[in-house]
């Protein structure tokens, strides 16, 4: 099956810094979506992105889909945006579950 | 985006009683619909694709009699762990298609004495 390999795993950031977390998967991919959980566990969908770029506020991200790779970004860092940081992608096939990275676990103090 | 609920939130019970989860798309009518299990500071595992009207499609090494799946229309699907001990204390979230997406549930913390 599709590996997912997500960096760093950890990311400690002052408020206001800008991060990149990366995302890399092993094959070919129709879905790919990044995730902010929350610390009551709850899933927040930030981006729906099997290709191109989407930006969304402080956060964009980028899939190239032919590098197998995708970018999240984060700019002007909040202590809100604390929790885990999931990228989790689906194969070819319709319909499939979504197959989860380790997370990045992103702490920003004030 | 749509909306999938989940309940209970939280449940603790002894070892040995049988617990359901049960997980609604709110908005939207799934014909498919996932279970994960989340251990602590760890990553989300599938456990079962929910298909409606069929049986479930279980991933290797999860017990098809010890966590027993439902998926009796468009809009629910249950997650039943029978004769549950410790080792099943976990995080159990569901997922469902809305639209190319995925959304997903707030997630049930199962705790067993």
């Known amino acids: 099956g599709i590996q997912v390999e997500q960096s760093p795993p950890d990311l400690i950031l002052q408020e206001g810094a800008n991060s990149t977390l990366r995302c890399n998967f092993s094959d070919s991919v129709n879905n790919l979506q990044w995730f902010h959980q929350n610390p009551w566990g709850q899933l927040i969908n930030l981006f729906y992105i099997p290709s191109g770029t989407k930006q969304n506020g402080r956060l964009s991200a980028t899939t190239v889909a032919t590098e197998r790779y995708s970018l999240l970004y984060i700019s002007s860092s909040q202590t809100t945006d604390s929790g885990v940081y999931f990228c989790a992608v689906a194969d070819n096939q319709a319909g499939t579950a979504l197959i989860f990275g380790k997370g990045t676990t992103l702490s920003v103090s004030s | 985006g749509a909306v999938v609920s989940q309940h209970p939130s939280r449940v603790i019970c002894k070892s040995g009683t049988s617990v359901k989860i049960e997980c609604r798309s709110l908005d939207f009518q799934a014909t498919t619909m996932f279970w994960y299990r989340q251990f602590p500071k760890k990553s989300l595992m599938l456990m079962a694709t929910s298909n409606e009207g069929s049986k479930a499609t279980y991933e290797q090494g999860v017990e098809k009699d010890k966590f027993l799946i439902n998926h009796a229309s468009l809009t629910l699907s249950t997650l039943t762990v029978t004769s549950a001990h410790p080792e099943d204390s976990s995080f159990y979230i569901c997922?469902?298609?809305?639209?190319?997406?995925?959304?997903f549930g707030p997630g049930t913390r199962l705790t067993v004495l």
């Open positions: 997922s469902a298609f809305g639209s190319a997406e995925q959304f």
